[in-house]
């Protein structure tokens, strides 16, 4: 027996003190969320301060008209709706290493087909016809996600490039769509005409939720909502508890091992475009379907791109996620009582929400990096005093994260 | 179709030469020294916001006059930028976040601290400036803006910066392969495992690599919003920093190929708003032909990507020289 051999046995001896894994995961992206929304708080304070203003009484009012009223609440839960299905989309694409950057096109080229499906399909039955234009929604979504899908299994051209000129194309592709083969055909009264499609027949509207919970019917609450919910669910069984998800989230966090394991990483990739796209293609259903009930020139944009920071914020988790789009919702709605309670500009909202995604992003990295380094300290006797040894140099090559698609994900055997 | 649509449209196609190229070789420095950086739309966001409110602040606030005002104007939109890319370095160099999602957010915050920067410069106006703010007297480039038949009317009327940023080429190329400071840099995206070995610090090289880019990507804003349009609006950037960063990975990293990549990528922008009634072109709705140019940028990416050898380095967190 050798000289070191009692700090090696001594080793496992701590292993079944430690708490289980998922709770110590569990606890750590719960802190790593209330350290990054504290240290966004105490910066936005001292930007009101800057402006000579009270910050408990700027955030009271932030909280007031959000959470202090049902209206207020109803509001946060519609604007959260589009959130989750964006939010959802990035992160399917995220699990495998990807980035879809192009939710923004892919929810436009969507509301253009879903247009056309109320507007053509207008003879089926009610309920029918509603699934259709979702379904039509999808496939719209599904097909603009399949070109840098393809182009990235085709030809590795980086999806962020590609999804991010797709988003442009995508505009003027609904430019096009509002000013040719969709545009009224029964002109609308007033002055000033937007540009816009026919009516959709009422059939093919979603219901408001809201009269139920005492919601006032100007916040556009839509059962929606529930569908959100439930694609949250449907996303995370999928790449928790599916073969696709096992791969998938293989192929996002070590690509190399993943080939070697068997995985066709290109088929998984183009899959996981093929699902993001189709969460996309929901997304704008909320404005069209629920609120406006028509396409129009003035739709809603940057849903896709806010979608990304709900991702992010959710860690990049399903059920994360509809957290994240009910804070980022309540922070949004925050603006319209910001503007009414103080001298403080409405913009306030947005960099304290642009502090907070920056925080985020970073305390997550530390924190998943702490993780890491436990969960090494852990793994192995040998390789501890190995560690030990030149702790500097060991982290490099060997570190758990080297993978850079990980970010969010800290090394994961639970689950499964 | 008359000669001067053509003319013309190759005076805009070197005008948003001067844009792609600057915000190119932004990502040159960055990408070289072995940071990814997807921000370069942001940062050029944060220029134009703090190039257009520069020049009219150093020519009228400060009555500084002509010469000096816009080109303060366009200093300031680069300062500005490379504080703002500080943010992408302290991610990924010394918390080693995720180039492609420090990018992300660096572009996500940039609109947000773009309307707020608004909001405190042009009154309350939160997306967009006044029109006709300051710029610089334009110039003919002599000899060739004096050939007839119309052809002169390309190299008529540009702004100075354009030649500025065409002859960029020459310093950059020099520093990056003739000084000790570039061949560092570029080691530093190549394997800096061994630059480290060498006692040069990977950090120190690769956060003068980003701020650069900072630079070069908010003077290119600056000129788009104070030289060419005369105002900030929100959403003027309209993908260029992402057609730069095509242009860059066409050009395989090397200035002097980026050069040309950015001209085309120019002409390109140039299609739709000057030549949509060119034979072929004019037979498409208007909608299309404004997607030429990101199509373009799409077939491009997708055809030469596997041709081109990025720096080794770039995109992959560095563990070592943990002392920042």
Redesign the interface.
């Known amino acids: 027996m050798a000289v070191e051999s009692p700090p090696v046995l001594e080793r496992p001896v701590d292993v079944p003190e430690a708490r289980p894994e998922w709770v110590e995961r569990f606890v750590g992206q719960l802190l790593a969320l209330l350290a990054s929304l504290a240290i966004a708080i105490v910066l936005g304070s001292v930007l009101i301060v800057a402006y000579g203003e009270n910050p408990l009484q700027v955030y009271s009012s932030i909280i007031d008209g959000s959470l202090g009223s049902v209206d207020g609440f109803g509001y946060v839960l519609s604007i959260a709706t589009p959130l989750i299905f964006s939010a959802l989309a990035v992160c399917v694409c995220f699990k495998g290493g990807m980035f879809n950057i192009g939710v923004e096109g892919q929810y436009l080229v969507a509301m253009v087909t879903a247009s056309w499906a109320a507007l053509e399909l207008d003879f089926l039955p009610g309920p029918l016809l509603v699934v259709a234009i979702l379904i039509a929604a999808m496939l719209g979504g599904m097909a603009w996600a399949a070109i840098p899908g393809i182009l990235k299994v085709k030809t590795g051209a980086h999806e962020v490039v590609t999804t991010i000129m797709l988003n442009l194309v995508a505009v003027s592709l609904l430019a096009w769509a509002i000013n040719f083969p969709l545009k009224f055909t029964v002109r609308p009264e007033g002055q000033n005409v937007d540009l816009r499609t026919d009516l959709f027949s009422q059939k093919g509207l979603i219901g408001d939720i809201g009269q139920f919970f005492g919601v006032t019917p100007g916040a556009h609450l839509s059962w929606l909502l529930f569908v959100a919910i439930a694609a949250a669910i449907v996303v995370w069984f999928l790449l928790r508890r599916t073969r696709l998800g096992y791969e998938a989230r293989a192929v996002g966090s070590s690509p190399g091992s993943a080939r070697s394991g068997g995985v066709l990483i290109g088929s998984i990739q183009l899959r996981l475009f093929l699902i993001s796209g189709a969460l996309a293609g929901l997304v704008g259903m909320q404005q069209i379907l629920a609120d406006k009930g028509y396409l129009g020139q003035a739709y809603q944009t940057q849903l896709g791109f806010t979608g990304i920071a709900v991702a992010f914020l959710g860690q990049n988790n399903p059920i994360g996620i509809i957290f994240a789009a009910i804070l980022w919702g309540i922070l949004s709605r925050g603006e319209v009582s910001l503007q009414i309670g103080s001298e403080v500009p409405r913009e306030f909202i947005i960099i304290l929400q642009s502090i907070l995604i920056l925080t985020v992003v970073i305390v997550y990295q530390i924190a998943k990096r702490r993780l890491a380094a436990r969960q090494l300290q852990r793994a192995g006797a040998a390789g501890a005093l190995e560690d030990s040894a030149s702790p500097g140099e060991s982290a490099g090559p060997r570190g758990p994260e080297s993978a850079a698609a990980e970010a969010f994900e800290p090394a994961d055997d639970t689950g499964n | 179709m008359p000669f001067t649509d053509i003319a013309v449209a190759i005076q805009i196609s070197l005008i948003y030469f001067t844009i792609i190229y600057l915000t190119g070789l932004g990502g040159l420095f960055s990408e070289r020294s072995g940071i990814v950086n997807?921000g370069l739309?942001g940062l050029m966001v944060i220029g134009t916001v703090t190039g257009a409110f520069g020049a009219r602040f150093f020519t009228d606030t400060l009555e500084l006059g002509l010469p000096w005002g816009p080109v303060l104007g366009l200093l300031f939109g680069a300062l500005c930028g490379a504080v703002f890319a500080g943010?992408h370095a302290?991610?990924t160099i010394s918390?080693?976040?995720?180039?492609?999602?420090?990018g992300?957010?660096i572009?996500?915050?940039a609109?947000?601290?773009a309307?707020?920067l608004s909001?405190m410069f042009f009154d309350?106006q939160?997306t967009q400036s006044d029109p006709g703010g300051p710029h610089l007297t334009e110039i003919d480039i002599p000899g060739l803006s004096s050939i007839g038949g119309g052809v002169g009317r390309a190299f008529q009327n540009l702004s100075p910066i354009v030649f500025v940023a065409a002859l960029m080429v020459i310093p950059v190329w020099y520093v990056l392969n003739r000084t000790r400071w570039g061949l560092r840099l570029r080691s530093c995206g190549e394997n800096p495992?061994a630059t480290r070995s060498l006692g040069v610090s990977v950090p120190l090289y690769r956060y003068q690599g980003v701020m650069l880019s900072g630079a070069f990507a908010g003077m290119s804003g600056a000129f788009l919003a104070s030289e060419i349009i005369g105002n900030w609006r929100e959403g003027q950037t309209?993908?260029l920093g992402?057609?730069s960063?095509?242009a860059l990975?066409l050009s395989n990293w090397n200035p002097i190929r980026l050069m040309f990549f950015a001209w085309l990528f120019g002409f390109t922008v140039a299609i739709p708003l000057r030549l949509d009634e060119a034979p072929v072109i004019n037979l498409l709705?208007p909608?299309?032909i404004?997607?030429i140019p990101?199509?373009v940028?799409?077939v491009a990416?997708?055809?030469f990507?596997?041709r081109v050898r990025p720096p080794a380095a770039a995109?992959?967190?560095y563990?070592?020289g943990?002392g920042t």
């Open positions: 997807i739309e943010v302290v991610a918390f080693r976040v995720d180039h492609i999602v420090s992300v957010v572009n996500l915050a609109i947000g601290v309307r707020f909001q309350g939160s495992e309209l993908g992402f057609i960063l095509a990975i709705p909608q299309f404004n997607m990101y199509f940028t799409i990416i997708a055809g990507v596997g995109g992959k967190a563990e070592g943990g």
